[in-house]
């Protein structure tokens, strides 16, 4: 079984920074993609960054040019560097994990809260 544990969630005035860890019970190796979402009050979960095995990174729109996901496979984490923040980037932010043929296997944290105020 797969166990995601995200931590560094808190409160930022907007401007500031937080990193977000998501630490991974074993390699982190064998996933496929590993990426993170988040989800705003009265919002559905939405795609923030993910990152390959290969180490391809993908990002919303939104986020481009401020944050950065990185692995650090040494430690089975991955992290979500997350500068210039704004109000609008409040949320519960979730890791996931995807595995398997066709990514078959999907597995989420239990999220980490970001408060960003204004």
């Known amino acids: 079984q797969v166990q995601l544990v995200e931590s560094g969630g808190g409160l930022v005035q907007a401007g500031g920074s937080l990193r977000l860890s998501c630490a991974a019970s074993g390699s982190i190796f064998r996933f496929n993609v590993m990426g993170w979402y988040r989800r705003a009050p009265g919002k559905q979960r939405e795609l923030v960054a993910v990152?390959?095995?290969?180490?391809?990174?993908d990002y919303a729109d939104s986020v481009k040019g401020r944050f950065t996901i990185s692995r650090e496979n040494a430690k089975n984490t991955v992290s979500l560097q997350m500068n210039s923040l704004k109000p609008e980037d409040t949320a519960v932010y979730y890791c996931?994990?995807?595995?398997?043929?066709?990514?078959?296997?999907?597995?989420w944290g239990q999220g980490t809260q970001v408060t960003v105020s204004s």
């Open positions: 996931k994990a995807v595995l398997g043929p066709l990514n078959a296997y999907e597995y």
């Open positions: 990152i390959t095995s290969g180490d391809s990174t």
